[in-house]
């Protein structure tokens, strides 16, 4: 298995630093709000990397953290007039049900910023004892960039081309720094603040500690995988191995993986260009088993670009897959012979071929888009062999070896039950209300509207249709 290691950017032999084991450290969301489909990428993706590791028999410790202290936390806070903490724990919450509706398998270990203070403060302590830190007459404390000759290595710029622009640092009030690369490791507190007893000042850590203090804690102070955005290998990343090897002495991460960015129609995704989608949206228009399909559907280094038309797309080759998993199921249930014929053993023989071709292509730096592709070899090829006439044996055979596979992806093999979502309940029951009062220009835009999302409407005696496109 070769895996594309972003700090040596070639793709590397995978060998692992305990035989059969994998730890694996995945970046997490900052939970102000919903997630959207630029944190899906990720989590579907490395989630798909266990799952495959796993297949092939590795025990893997995967440990994905919630970033719950952070300053778009405290400002979603302080506009509702609550607790930082009630910010946190309810997009936990909500991160969880749209993880769980993407298939993403909980983590090993899911830790909290805010659960891991002492080891922060204990990690900057000796970070500053070993001359990497400095503590700044507000109590502020920084890391000394140039104490760590090897710092610019993953991301492959240096020191000056990282920090280009950032000459403008006095009048952001950070003159205390001794260099303006160097960056925070623990923060004052500011009014109205969630803040942590510290040796330098009742403050917060900055937000790159938190991560090697969390990956030491449950992985070791060597891991075989990180993953994350490509947006963050510069600073996050890259201040991460400075922290985490300074203090160890020992090389932090084995193999760097970082998947691309996510365009909304040709666009990068912004709130402020209004294309800015949730995973709740999402699923008030797809199954979110579709939009899994969509990610997995290019190599995780390529930009994807998602789009209402690459999203059909996905719908229709996904029910490809699920009409034939009905078939299989449905021959199975009519099969009457029991054992495999000569001719069904020479299928079989073709369908290991597949899945030998399915593992090459996950193998090398988990090919996801030549893995679906073998899937569609082997739909067309269980919808032209099986039949029920079929063996049993046969027919069973073959829908175990595509389930197995499938699950590697994380594609459910049954469809699961539609229902109408609150959305589309409200937009026809506004249509209803403007067909009432007359209001026949705006009936016919939500009728438009719920087209797009591919729900057709059907007005009858009984009252109002719908079916999904």
């Not at 922060?120 to 404390?141: R, S």
């Not at 710092?151 to 492959?156: A, P």
């Not at 001794?178 to 000042?201: H, R």
């Not at 039949?387 to 699950?407: G, P």
Request: hydrophobic share 40%; glycine share 6%; charged share 30%.
């Amino acid at each position: 298995m070769k895996i594309y290691d972003t700090m040596t950017r070639y793709k590397e032999e995978f060998r692992t630093i305990e035989p059969g084991k994998v730890r694996m450290y995945v970046c997490g969301p900052t939970v102000y709000n919903l997630i959207h489909i630029g944190n899906a990428r990720p989590m579907i993706f490395f989630d798909t990397v266990r799952r495959y590791l796993e297949y092939k028999g590795y025990e893997v410790n995967f440990v994905s953290n919630f970033t719950d202290v952070d300053d778009k936390i405290i400002k979603a806070a302080n506009e509702e007039g609550v607790d930082a903490s009630v910010i946190s724990e309810r997009y936990i919450v909500e991160c969880k049900k749209d993880m769980a509706g993407m298939n993403v398998r909980p983590a090993s270990y899911n830790p909290r910023a805010t659960e891991e203070i002492p080891g922060m403060i204990e990690m900057i302590q000796k970070l500053i004892d070993g001359g990497h830190a400095y503590v700044a007459a507000d109590g502020t404390v920084y890391y000394r960039v140039e104490s760590f000759p090897d710092y610019g290595k993953l991301s492959h710029k240096n020191v000056e081309e990282n920090q280009a622009g950032l000459r403008t640092l006095k009048v952001r009030g950070e003159e205390a720094k001794e260099d303006p690369n160097d960056f925070v490791l623990w923060k004052p507190k500011k009014e109205g603040e969630p803040y942590w007893e510290s040796p330098w000042c009742e403050g917060r850590p900055g937000w790159h500690i938190e991560c090697s203090v969390m990956s030491k804690k449950y992985l070791g102070e060597t891991i075989d995988i990180h993953g994350g955005g490509e947006d963050l290998v510069f600073p996050h990343h890259e201040n991460e191995i400075a922290q985490s090897e300074a203090v160890s002495g020992k090389k932090f991460v084995r193999y760097w993986m970082h998947n691309a960015f996510l365009n909304i129609d040709n666009v990068k995704m912004s709130k402020s260009l209004g294309n800015f989608k949730t995973v709740r949206q999402i699923s008030e228009e797809y199954d979110l088993q579709v939009l899994r399909f969509f990610m997995l559907s290019a190599h995780y280094r390529s930009p994807l670009n998602f789009s209402r038309e690459m999203m059909d797309g996905a719908k229709a080759s996904l029910d490809r897959i699920l009409t034939a998993m009905e078939h299989l199921r449905d021959c199975l249930a009519a099969a009457k012979a029991e054992a495999l014929t000569g001719a069904e053993e020479e299928e079989l023989a073709a369908f290991d071929a597949l899945r030998e071709k399915f593992e090459a292509a996950m193998d090398d730096d988990f090919n996801t888009a030549d893995a679906i592709s073998v899937i569609f070899e082997m739909v067309k090829r269980a919808n032209i062999t099986v039949t029920e006439e079929s063996s049993k044996a046969y027919i069973t055979r073959v829908k175990e070896l595509l389930d197995k596979l499938l699950d590697v992806l994380g594609l459910l093999s049954e469809r699961k039950e539609e229902n109408l979502d609150a959305r589309v309940e409200a937009l026809i029951a506004e249509r209803q209300t403007a067909r009432k009062e007359k209001n026949f220009a705006r009936a016919d835009e939500i009728r438009n509207e719920l087209t797009e999302m591919g729900i057709l409407l059907e007005d009858t005696k009984e009252g109002v249709k719908w079916k999904r496109a």
